[in-house]
């Protein structure tokens, strides 16, 4: 279920070197981007991902979002410990267009489904842009929906309070017009449970 996030408070963000449950990836499928894009083969593509799940499958449960048109590749590579899911998608960033996770006392787990447009519409994302909420849906737990454009990969923090991302990519025209930094710290204070507005790194990248 997805819930606004307005009414959102008392989640927090972990750290990301805390212990979590499982690590979520996404199977690459689409041949025209990645051979077109970034000039490599596919197949070699699926090897290498196929590798990394493997590896981490080896310490802690891996789930593995597979567009339906690339079961039986992922199947073939990946091991009996990555489970795969089902859902269709555009592209393989799941740190980007998955769940951003976040946790409370009581309530337990949750995600927040951020508003992707496949970093400032460089892409394909009509599946994309859903992938968080379908992902949450499939897990059971609380989906809260905003209309902040980012990505999970643009946000770090310390689980402490502490936030770091970038006025490059936040405050983008491509991403959130009209948007303040004020407007976007007040929401990662509310969806992220981020505390300390002195540590906000809102710096330009190079």
């Not at 339906?68 to 590749?73: G, K, Q, T, W």
């Not at 489970?83 to 799941?94: G, H, R």
């Not at 496949?118 to 009509?126: E, L, T, V």
């Amino acid at each position: 279920m997805q819930h606004d996030d307005r009414q959102n408070s008392g989640w927090q963000m972990p750290a990301e070197w805390v212990r979590h449950a499982a690590t979520w990836m996404v199977w690459p499928h689409n041949q025209a981007l990645w051979e077109s894009s970034w000039g490599v083969t596919l197949p070699l593509v699926q090897i290498d991902f196929a590798r990394v799940a493997n590896a981490i499958a080896r310490f802690e449960p891996v789930k593995m979002v597979v567009d339906p048109s690339a079961v039986l590749s992922a199947r073939a590579l990946c091991g009996p410990n990555v489970e795969l899911i089902e859902l269709a998608v555009n592209d393989s960033w799941c740190r980007d267009s998955g769940p951003t996770f976040v946790c409370h006392p009581q309530q337990g787990l949750a995600g927040v489904s951020w508003r992707f447009n496949a970093w400032g519409g460089k892409s394909a994302h009509d599946l994309d842009e859903t992938l968080a909420r379908r992902a949450l849906e499939q897990l059971g737990v609380q989906c809260f929906g905003t209309t902040l454009s980012n990505e999970g990969g643009a946000i770090h923090v310390d689980g402490e309070g502490t936030l770091i991302t970038t006025e490059s990519v936040l405050l983008n025209p491509n991403r959130n017009p009209g948007l303040t930094k004020a407007d976007i710290e007040e929401i990662f204070t509310r969806l992220l449970g981020v505390k300390k507005p002195s540590g906000y790194r809102a710096t330009q990248t190079m």
